[in-house]
């Protein structure tokens, strides 16, 4: 695309990355080209929700509060050795404008993810299909739980999943939306202690493959089981296609910044986003 002699940024592993660790980001935001901001990184580890018409959740998002804003979607996110460790994407904002809350997807899933993109222009992503949430006070009270209890208590299972194929049992809700059946609480996956349906998303992301297994230990009527369930291929949502000049551009939930558009390159399979839902 030039005659200068470009040379690649390189990319290291963001497993290294730390909270506090300063940061930049660079990017076009609202056309404004070769725009660079700094900031840290506020968290790791963050997933981003998505809702049920969207798709699927982003897991193992870096947060920072570096500038970033419509346009920044798909710049590079510096250390300050100038090697990348993510991919800027997406904002928390209600108005569609930086409000110090940044989104990157980390080098580590680009890494995985990249050789499949080039080569078909997709990932597949491991599947496990259950959602799930921390156990409210109240339900923990009435189980006779004790207050150090952690656990994810399933909320759904999706029908021909992998969760449902194991058996797994979701909580039921009568007309009123009151419990009437308490579904089985998942306290570790492949003995790494679950405390929050992110722990369960990030982990299967990050170490798992299609057809690999996890073991899921549960509680199910006071008692202790593990159930090893084999894990699919994560199915595409229904939703609409958008034209690359359809206007305006797709949002993200919660007011996250718009989903970044994907350059067509010469000699390479269209790249295509993932879907986005837990």
């Known amino acids: 695309f030039s005659d200068e002699k470009l040379l690649p940024l390189p990319i290291v592993n963001s497993s290294n990355v730390q909270v506090g660790q300063q940061l930049i980001a660079i990017g076009n935001p609202f056309g404004l080209s070769a725009s660079m901001t700094t900031g840290i990184v506020s968290q790791i580890g963050r997933l981003l929700p998505a809702d049920s018409q969207n798709g699927y959740a982003i897991p193992n998002t870096i947060q920072t509060d570096a500038a970033i804003n419509p346009g920044n979607s798909g710049g590079p996110l510096l250390d300050m050795s100038g090697n990348v460790i993510g991919m800027n994407t997406a904002i928390f904002s209600s108005t569609g404008a930086y409000s110090g809350v940044g989104f990157a997807i980390p080098s580590e899933s680009i890494i995985r993810e990249l ?16 959602a799930g949430t921390k156990i409210p006070t109240s339900l923990m009270r009435n189980m006779g ?14 029908d021909g999943g992998p969760a449902a194929k194991a058996g797994l049992k979701a909580t039921v809700l009568d007309d009123n ?14 003995n ?8 369960i998303i990030n982990y299967i992301e990050q170490h ?8 899921l230990t549960i ?6 089981m593990d159930l090893s369930i084999p894990l699919q291929k994560r199915p595409t949502p229904q939703t609409t296609a958008i034209s690359q000049d359809s206007t305006p551009r797709p949002q993200l939930p919660f007011g996250l910044g718009p989903i970044p558009q994907l350059p067509k390159i010469p000699g390479f399979p269209d790249l295509k986003l993932p879907p986005l839902l837990p």
């Open 208 to 215: 798992k493959r299609i057809g690999d297994n996890v073991k």
């Open 145 to 158: 739980l004790s207050p150090n209890f952690k656990g994810v208590v399933v909320i759904s299972v999706q």
């Open 219 to 224: 509680e199910r009527n006071g008692a202790t």
């Open 192 to 199: 790494h202690p679950v405390r929050q349906i992110d722990d």
């Open 115 to 130: 050789p499949s993109l080039i080569k078909t222009g997709t990932y597949e992503h491991p599947w496990l299909g259950l």
């Open 177 to 190: 939306g009151a419990i009437t059946n308490v579904g089985d609480i998942i306290t570790a996956i492949d």
